[in-house]
């Protein structure tokens, strides 16, 4: 395969990512904390030839000398973009929303090898359900929401709670019989660069294997202490996701139309390559 039809196809492969993943961001554009993603991308192998040995001959010249021909692009970077999601209000009281780009709800799930796998949401949709005679605080698919202890474990309220609320600081109250009660508080986490989280699907995140839990994801509302200034848990809506489709339109069409120019490319190149092998068979 000649040079030409190595870039054409390695463009061909970066664009189809690309599109698949503009199309994925417009299927999540209705996602509850939902976050758009985006690759960027590198050039391939670079070669620096050297076709011109005389400097004197091109005084006025200001780009560096020789050409680099490189070998198409590849994806280098799947990036997510952690800015705040617009927030659509429905009174359910355990719709939860969090203030603040870089803080998450703690959920823990149980691995089909028994590992409880530690998780973070931006997903405040959640909903209490029955549990060994408490009401358990869970997310969309069922993991529980864990609270702000030292050892988080997952938030309950009694059988016959009515009135949940939930304050700023993740502090739960409701009331059994005509007498108010203080329940747990909400974990808030706050991750300095959400980057770092890796996706592990239906919307949920995680740390890379051996980074440190307590280092990369500090809890924002230990007991005895303020919330961070622009942090806080809001009760009775959700926040949206934050896919632009206005533009993920426009790079849509972008990214369609490099995908056909580099197909186009590529089929030039196969006429030509079965042109020259006409010739040279006579």
């Not at 061909?12 to 417009?26: G, K, L």
């Not at 969090?98 to 973070?120: K, P």
């Not at 909903?127 to 988080?152: C, H, Y």
């Not at 959700?238 to 120019?261: G, H, P, W, Y």
Request: charged share 20%; net charge negative.
């Amino acid at each position: 395969m000649n040079h030409s039809m190595i870039n054409a196809s390695a463009g061909m492969r970066a664009m189809q990512q690309r599109v698949d993943t503009i199309a994925n961001n417009m299927a999540n554009s209705d996602t509850v904390g939902y976050k758009s993603q985006d690759t960027a991308f590198a050039s391939l192998l670079v070669r620096n030839l050297n076709n011109q040995p005389y400097a004197e001959q091109e005084p006025s010249r200001i780009t560096p000398f020789g050409t680099r021909p490189g070998f198409g692009a590849k994806e280098a970077v799947f990036q997510t973009n952690f800015e705040q999601g617009t927030i659509k209000t429905t009174d359910v009281p355990t719709d939860l929303y969090l203030g603040g780009e870089e803080s998450f709800f703690r959920v823990q799930r149980t691995m089909d090898s028994g590992e409880q796998a530690v998780l973070f949401t931006r997903n405040g949709n959640f909903k209490l359900i029955p549990v060994n005679g408490q009401q358990r605080l869970v997310t969309e698919s069922g993991d529980p929401v864990m609270d702000n202890s030292a050892n988080p474990t997952p938030i309950a309220i009694p059988i016959g709670a009515t009135d949940f609320k939930v304050k700023s600081d993740g502090q739960i109250t409701y009331r059994l019989g005509d007498v108010e009660q203080t329940g747990p508080r909400i974990g808030v986490y706050g991750i300095q660069n959400p980057n770092i989280l890796n996706h592990a699907g239906e919307n949920y995140y995680q740390l890379s294997p051996g980074l440190p839990l307590n280092q990369y994801a500090q809890l924002s509302n230990a007991d005895g202490t303020a919330m961070p200034e622009g942090v806080a848990v809001h009760q009775g809506g959700l926040e949206m996701s934050n896919v632009d489709l206005r533009k993920e339109m426009t790079n849509l069409i972008e990214a369609q139309r490099a995908l056909q120019f580099n197909a186009r490319a590529l089929s030039y190149n196969d006429q030509m390559m079965d042109i020259t092998n006409r010739i040279f068979r006579g």
